[in-house]
């Protein structure tokens, strides 16, 4: 999909724009929740047991780096493939594409392990990226995390150039 279209996707998905970039609506979420008893994180209250949305990113953005307290598993719908760029809880780092080129490694969906660190880049310049997410137990925007240059800099120097890419110099004043 070509960035040109971005305003007519927007619109007709109805996307508002992310705190970790790009565009995203919520689609589903079950009716069904779960407490922390049942699970090995530690929430406060009740989650749904899972929750889905659009995401949509464009070449000129990047979605930062962020962590949650769920898996969130994404599904590559259309347009330029992405990469989604994790650290995971013991440090490492990989790339995974996410995408419909299968002959050149990209996979059409990626399970982000809970706890890691994690953002996305579009392949392609001058394109957009239309992906959907469901995150289990479901996303609540208490138990999501942005981290700045600083903050992961100090944990994973060897990641330097990433972090740089990936992270926000300076945090939004909305999520401060």
């Not at 990626?110 to 880049?121: A, E, P």
């Not at 137990?137 to 890419?165: A, S, V, W």
Request: with cysteine; hydrophobic share 30%.
């Amino acid at each position: 999909m070509h960035i040109n279209n971005l305003e007519n996707l927007v619109s007709k998905l109805g996307l508002k724009p992310h705190p970790e970039g790009g565009y995203y609506r919520e689609t589903f979420q079950s009716e069904e929740q779960i407490s922390e008893q049942e699970l090995s994180v530690t929430f406060k209250g009740k989650r749904k047991l899972y929750t889905s949305i659009y995401f949509l990113l464009t070449s000129d953005d990047v979605s930062h780096f962020h962590r949650l307290k769920s898996d969130e598993l994404w599904y590559y719908h259309g347009g330029s493939s992405l990469s989604i760029h994790i650290i995971d809880e013991s440090g490492d780092y990989k790339e995974i594409k996410l995408g419909m080129n299968l002959d050149v490694g990209e996979v059409p969906q990626v399970l982000v392990k809970k706890n890691s660190i994690f953002g996305s880049s579009v392949s392609e310049q001058d394109t957009c990226s239309l992906v959907g997410c469901m995150v289990s137990p479901g996303f609540e925007f208490q138990d999501f995390e942005l981290f700045t240059q600083e903050e992961l800099m100090k944990i994973y120097p060897q990641h330097n150039e990433i972090i740089l890419r990936l992270a926000y110099e300076q945090l939004p004043n909305s999520l401060e």
